[in-house]
């Protein structure tokens, strides 16, 4: 079964850092693009980062809302994906959940990319910002 | 970046009644890239549809989705208790990839 284990959520005071991660398994996960989506309380979903399945620096998005402040990274020797976060602030308190970015065919060409949906979720992990 | 509206906001109907979501893109959704995704309370997203209008795998052939565009509906042709969730849409046709605000269904 193809499955997402997200882990490291808190409460931290604002101006913190924290760092989540999430085991992929199930899967040959470095064929495949991830990405980081939250959910606020009482609010929608809100796409956050995302990188590609070889993980080069140069193949990293961010939302402007975090950009400057999160980092998405990979270790693809242990099926991980990380979020590092830091300058918190209230309104980044949220469900971080952790998906995986389809592959799909173009012109022969099969690949996961970050310009796709989201076919596995992690159940997520809560990340609180409070004093 | 391509803002989603969706409506109505809540949608209350009874167990067997056909249920109608809409969502509408602020601009053209490239090739359709368009998906629907189901959150029950304490669960995390499901897809539901990719493509505006593929379904994905385990979803019941009462849910379907269409549109083009601006302009897209998931119908839940008659709907079930299991069915209440909030439903979100979300593009993956422009950068950065944005999502709507959810409708909520319950049932009567």
């Known amino acids: 079964e193809e499955r997402l284990l997200e882990s490291g959520g808190g409460l931290v005071q604002p101006g913190g850092s924290l760092a989540v991660s999430c085991a992929g398994s199930g899967f040959t996960f470095s064929t495949y693009a991830m990405s980081w989506v939250r959910r606020a309380p009482a609010k929608g979903l809100e796409w956050v980062s995302g990188i590609s399945g070889s993980g080069g620096s140069d193949a990293t998005f961010y939302a402007k809302s975090v950009k400057g402040r999160f980092t998405i990274s990979r270790d693809n020797s242990k099926n991980t994906l990380f979020l590092h976060m830091t300058s918190l602030s209230a309104d980044d308190t949220a469900v971080y959940y952790c998906?995986?970015?389809?592959?799909?065919?173009?012109?022969?060409?099969?690949?996961?990319?970050?310009?796709?949906?989201?076919?596995?979720w992690g159940k997520g992990t809560t990340v609180i910002v409070s004093s | 970046e391509i803002v989603l509206t969706q409506s109505p906001g809540t949608l209350s109907l009874s167990p067997g009644e056909r249920a109608t979501l809409s969502c509408r893109a602020s601009q053209s959704v490239s090739s359709n890239y368009l998906a629907w995704y189901q959150q029950k309370p304490g669960q995390a997203p499901r897809l539901v549809i990719y493509?505006?209008?593929s379904r994905a795998t385990g979803i019941p052939d009462r849910f379907s989705g269409s549109g083009s565009g601006t302009d897209f509906t998931l119908t839940i042709s008659r709907l079930e208790p299991e069915d209440v969730a909030v439903y979100f849409c979300?593009?993956?046709?422009?950068?950065?990839?944005?999502f709507g605000g959810g409708t909520k269904v319950e049932i009567k």
């Open positions: 998906t995986r970015h389809p592959i799909g065919c173009s012109g022969g060409n099969c690949y996961s990319s970050y310009w796709s949906y989201m076919d596995v």
């Open positions: 979300h593009q993956y046709g422009g950068s950065p990839l944005t």
């Open positions: 493509g505006a209008s």
